[in-house]
T-cell receptor, first 115, second 110 residues
Framework: DTEVTQTPKHLVMGMTNKKSLKCEQH?????MYWYKQKAKKPPELMFV???????INESVPSRFSPECPNSSLLNLHLHALQPEDSALYLC??????????????FGEGSRLTVL | DAKTTQPNSMESNEEEPVHLPCNHS???????IHWYRQLPSQGPEYVIH???SNVNNRMASLAIAEDRKSSTLILHRATLRDAAVYYC???????????FGKGTSLLVTP
């Protein structure tokens, strides 16, 4: 199983809503990532978890709150978002640095629209 | 982070070879050269990576200049399915972060 599964595929939310994006992998990877991608732009790294601990936070606003409850799951909790946060949110996983090819496996993304 | 420079777009005919260039003049000795591609409406997918020597896999070949300041991704026979944005990324061997640049949008015409 080399899949990263993201749910939901599409999400529409108001600026006062609280919602969550979910990501799951069963490849035994201990590193998991959140990226944000605006239309016709490259993906931008948001967060990296290593062994369920937050390793990198690229100065992401606190209205985005990541959580890694176990080695297979990664969540992104959303609260009080702005319309400019509308984007494709991509999850990825990989082995730890120095193991294997370092390849990141990406999900198909969750397309978020904030009204 | 060391930066990469790629052409914004390239065009190729189907079944022809494609050479996608990448400049990375500030590369350091611990940087691996990674290539990913992103097909329309999909997440990025790994293509190939290398450090110093040329590399081949089932998807592509990677040719790395002797001074490592540039590299070329080679698709031996382009198909319509290869139309995608191709990203050349430098990644520290001990690091997690994979930071995407602007990439090259490859158009393949029949």
């Amino acid at each position: 199983d080399t899949e990263v599964t993201q749910t939901p595929k599409h999400l529409v939310m108001g600026m006062t809503n609280k919602k969550s994006l979910k990501c799951e992998q069963h490849m035994g990877h201990r590193a998991m990532y959140w990226y944000k991608q605006k239309a016709k732009k490259p993906p931008e790294l948001m967060f990296v978890y290593s062994y369920e601990k937050l390793s990198i936070n690229e100065s992401v606003p606190s209205r985005f709150s990541p959580e890694c409850p176990n080695s297979s799951l990664l969540n992104l909790h959303l609260h009080a978002l702005q319309p400019e946060d509308s984007a494709l949110y991509l999850c990825a996983s990989s082995q730890e640095p120095g193991r294997g090819t370092g390849e990141l496996f990406f999900g198909e993304g969750s397309r978020l629209t904030v009204l | 982070d060391a930066k990469t420079t790629q052409p914004n777009s390239m065009e190729s005919n189907e079944e022809e070879p494609v050479h996608l260039p990448c400049n990375h003049s500030t590369i350091s000795g611990t940087d691996y050269i990674h290539w990913y591609r992103q097909l329309p409406s999909q997440g990025p997918e790994y293509v190939i990576h290398g450090l110093t020597s040329n590399v081949n896999n089932r998807m592509a070949s990677l040719a790395i200049a002797e001074d490592r300041k540039s590299s070329t991704l080679i698709l031996h026979r382009a198909t319509l399915r290869d139309a995608a944005v191709y990203y050349c990324i430098l990644r520290v061997v001990s690091g997690y972060a994979l930071n995407f640049g602007k990439g090259t949008s490859l158009l393949v015409t029949p």
